[in-house]
């Protein structure tokens, strides 16, 4: 249990701490931070700042893993399930919210999970699917997009730009785009038909 290892499991902790700040409504925690017409709960911003730390560390672990020879099985395994379920979490929670519309999140959410199933067929034939350029453009653009949701348009909102809804949209076509390179540059995986 290396230090890589703990920041990806810490990130996995995180997931339900966050979403009990951004789900349950105790009457406590629902002050509103307010800057001229821009409001957003406190509980949503310690949510949105919990969400942004987590997937931060996706990074943080990575480096560190690579730099120290600290690359191991379990990260290898937990660091991409970490992300998935960060995601899909949050996800979740935004359409839980209002939001987004649920379309998008079981989108995003399938591809995760039909990305992840190609990658244990790649494994079952000895080979490793390694991140393409596209895969980590997703990531980016996934992070971005919850975060500016998270936070209620911020700073976007002071002028009436719905740069949220262009981000969560430009996120979701390259979630299917990086979906479809993978199947298509992957293709031989999946014939059945093998002497």
């Known amino acids: 249990m290396n230090l890589p290892n703990r920041i990806t499991i810490a990130r996995i902790f995180m997931i339900p701490v966050m979403l009990v700040f951004l789900l349950v409504d105790f009457e406590w925690w629902s002050y509103e931070l307010s800057l001229g017409s821009y409001t957003l709960p406190v509980n949503q911003l310690i949510g949105a700042i919990l969400f942004i730390v987590a997937a931060s560390t996706d990074g943080i672990d990575g480096y560190i893993a690579r730099k120290h020879n600290l690359v191991t099985n379990l990260g290898k395994l937990l660091d991409p399930l970490a992300d998935k379920l960060l995601v899909a979490a949050v996800l979740v929670a935004l359409v839980a919210m209002g939001e987004i519309q649920a379309i998008i999140a079981i989108v995003i959410i399938s591809r ?84």
């Open 112 to 195: 995760e999970f039909a990305v992840t199933g190609l990658r244990e067929i790649a494994l079952l034939e000895g080979s490793v699917i390694a991140a393409s350029k596209w895969g980590k453009a997703k990531t980016i653009a996934q992070i971005i997009a919850i975060s500016v949701l998270l936070l209620n348009n911020f700073p976007f909102e002071w002028i009436r730009f719905p740069f949220d809804e262009i981000a969560i949209w430009v996120a979701t076509l390259i979630t299917i785009y990086s979906g479809i390179d993978y199947f298509v540059k992957n293709k031989s995986l999946l014939s059945f038909s093998k002497s």
